[in-house]
């Protein structure tokens, strides 16, 4: 399973991006506001899905990744993304 540079880095930005979903969740759930907060909680996941999917080079744009996930999963449990993450 190799992966461009370009992978590495389009998954770094959905991976910030997820962070941002979360805390704009905790902040919303904080406040009470839960309906905005699930739907940031969902953009997360969604996002931290992308990840996966990129890094089985499954990614596809689309909105419905749950369909293809299951076919990565366990391909994806290689340690040189965690070294290649850090980077």
């Known amino acids: 399973m190799e992966n461009s ?7 770094k930005a959905f991976a910030n991006k997820s962070r941002n979903d979360l805390k704009s969740a905790e902040l919303l759930h ?3 506001n839960y309906a905005d907060a699930a739907y940031h909680a ?3 996941s969604e ?3 992308k990840c996966v ?3 089985g ?5 689309t909105h419905f990744v749950s369909g293809i996930l299951g ?4 391909d994806v449990k290689d340690e040189k993304w965690v070294a ?3 980077n």
């Open 5 to 11: 540079r370009d992978d590495i880095n389009l998954i």
């Open 30 to 32: 904080d406040s009470g």
């Open 42 to 44: 969902q953009q997360c």
């Open 47 to 49: 996002k931290i899905i």
């Open 53 to 55: 999917l990129i890094m």
């Open 57 to 61: 080079n499954k990614f596809a744009r």
């Open 71 to 74: 076919s990565v999963i366990e």
């Open 84 to 86: 290649a993450l850090k």
